[in-house]
C-alpha cells in the first residue's frame, strides 16, 4: 500500500493527470474544428495557405507528425524516417516535404528542449557535461553542414551513406551490448560523432538521429541526457538548414507545415514524460534497438 501511495504521489507531482487532460482537449479540438470545416466549408475557418488539402488529409498529416515526434523526442530519433515516406504515400511534393519537416523538427525540437528540462530528463544549466555536449554538438553541426556543401560534387553520396548506416548499425549494437555496463564519458567519442552525423546530416540529409543519440550514449552520457542533447542539438541543425533553403530562394509551404507542426508539437510533453518514466537500462536498451532498426532502414534506401 505504502508503494502505491508513493508511486500516485509521484504521478501527481509531475503534473500526468492535468497533461493528459491537455491533450485529450487539444486532440478533441483539432477533431471538432476540422469537422465544423468539412460540414461547413464556407465559414473558412482554416488559414488560407491549408485550403488546398482536405480535411481529412489534414488530419492524416497531424496523425502522422504526432506519432513520429513521439517517437523522435522519447528515443531522439526517428521523425524524418518514418514521417517523409508517409508524407509521399499521401501524394505531397517531394520538393516540399523536406523544408516542411525541418520546419516541425526546429519547432519541436526547441519545444522538446525545455521540456525535457521541466521534466528533469536534463539539467542544462547544472550539468555541465549535458551543457558543454549540447554546445559542442549545434558548433559542429554548422561546421559540418558547411564542409558538406562545400565538398558535395566531389563525394559519392550513396557510398557515403552506406558507411554512415554501417557505422550507426555497430553503435546501435555496441549500445545494447554495454546495456548493464556504466561507460566513462568521454568528449573525444562526441566530437567525432557530432562531426560525422553534422557532415552526413548537411550532405544526404539522414543520419543525424540515431548516431547522436547512441554515439552520446557509448561516450557515456545517460540516455535520458542524450536525448535531450539530440533534440537540441538537432533543432540547430534545421535552423541551419531552413536558413540556407530560404536563402537559396525556396518557398515553404504553410499548408503542409501548420498541421505537421502542430501535430509534432502535440507530442512533445507525452514524449518526455516517457522519458521520465522509463528505468535507465530500459531507456538505453530501447535507444539501441531504435539505432539498429533505422539504421536498416537507411541501409535499405530509408533516410534517418
Known amino acids: 500500500m505504502a508503494d502505491n501511495a508513493l508511486v500516485g504521489k509521484s504521478i501527481q507531482a509531475a503534473g500526468v493527470p492535468r497533461r493528459f487532460w491537455l491533450l485529450g ?3 478533441a479540438g483539432v477533431l471538432g474544428f476540422l469537422a465544423v470545416h468539412t460540414l461547413y466549408p464556407e465559414w473558412h475557418l482554416l488559414p488560407q495557405a491549408t485550403s488546398q ?3 481529412a488529409t489534414l488530419l492524416a498529416v497531424f496523425l502522422a507528425a504526432f506519432i513520429c ?5 522519447a528515443l531522439g530519433m526517428g521523425y524524418g524516417t518514418t514521417l517523409s515516406p508517409m508524407l509521399l504515400m499521401f501524394g505531397f511534393d517531394p520538393h516540399a516535404v523536406v523544408p516542411c519537416v525541418l520546419i516541425s523538427e526546429l519547432i519541436t525540437g526547441v519545444t522538446a528542449t525545455l521540456m525535457h528540462h521541466r521534466d528533469g530528463n536534463v539539467d542544462f544549466l547544472r550539468d555541465k557535461n549535458a551543457r558543454g555536449t ?3 554538438l549545434s558548433v559542429l553541426s554548422v561546421v559540418g553542414a558547411v564542409i558538406a556543401v562545400r565538398l558535395a560534387n566531389k563525394l559519392s553520396v550513396p557510398g557515403l551513406r552506406l558507411a554512415i548506416a554501417t557505422v550507426i548499425l555497430a553503435t546501435g549494437v555496441f549500445t545494447l551490448a554495454t546495456v548493464r555496463r556504466q561507460l566513462r564519458y568521454r568528449k573525444s567519442h562526441i566530437i567525432t560523432v557530432g562531426a560525422i552525423a553534422a557532415f552526413n546530416k548537411g550532405l544526404s540529409g539522414g543520419g543525424y538521429g540515431p548516431l547522436v ?3 552520446q550514449v557509448v561516450s557515456g552520457l545517460s540516455p535520458k541526457h542524450a536525448v535531450a542533447i539530440s533534440s537540441l542539438a538537432e533543432s540547430f541543425v534545421c535552423l541551419v538548414a531552413i536558413i540556407a533553403s530560404l536563402w537559396l530562394g525556396k518557398d515553404l509551404n504553410w499548408g503542409l507545415a501548420l ?3 502542430v501535430g509534432a508539437v502535440m507530442s512533445v510533453p507525452l514524449a518526455t514524460m516517457t522519458v521520465r518514466w522509463l528505468p535507465e537500462k530500459a531507456m538505453r536498451a530501447s535507444v539501441g534497438v531504435m539505432t539498429i532498426v533505422l539504421a536498416i532502414v537507411m541501409l535499405t534506401g530509408g533516410k534517418a
Open 25 to 27: 482537449l487539444g486532440m
Open 69 to 73: 515526434e513521439y517517437i523522435d523526442s
Open 134 to 136: 549540447a554546445i559542442l
Open 213 to 215: 543519440t547512441a554515439g
Open 53 to 55: 488539402y482536405r480535411p
Open 259 to 261: 498541421p505537421l507542426a
